[in-house]
């Protein structure tokens, strides 16, 4: 499973750090990313990071979000800096990962973040 951390309320301008930790099962991991879904709309893609390091942005948080990893990649970080009242949404960390040779994915159980004054 995924274990999602580090939401919160900050004020525009400010930063925090997002965490998801993968377990059991997942093992075989392709890619972990952040998705964030706000009030009346679809979710969307943050940021993701494959396997062997290719990393993909929205564009709206190019420049102030960045997505790490650790060294067993099978922790993902996403640093948010800057941020805006517009990044406000419940952040979802996502895992694609193989298991018995086919492609599957897991999410976290979405974490909370308010960029408000």
């Known amino acids: 499973q995924l274990q999602a951390s580090g939401g919160g309320l900050v004020q525009p301008g400010g930063s925090l750090r997002l965490s998801c930790a993968a377990s059991?099962?997942?093992?075989?991991?392709?890619?972990m990313g952040w998705y964030r879904q706000a009030p009346g709309k679809e979710r969307e893609l943050v940021a993701r990071v494959t396997y062997g390091g290719i990393i993909t942005y929205a564009n709206s948080v190019k420049g102030r979000f960045t997505i790490s990893r650790d060294a067993t990649r099978t922790t993902a970080y996403l640093q948010m800096d800057s941020l805006k009242p517009e990044d406000t949404a419940v952040y979802y960390c996502n895992a694609e990962y193989y298991r018995d040779y086919v492609l599957r994915d897991s999410w976290g159980q979405g974490t909370q973040v308010t960029v408000s004054s």
């Open positions: 059991g099962s997942i093992s075989k991991i392709n890619a």
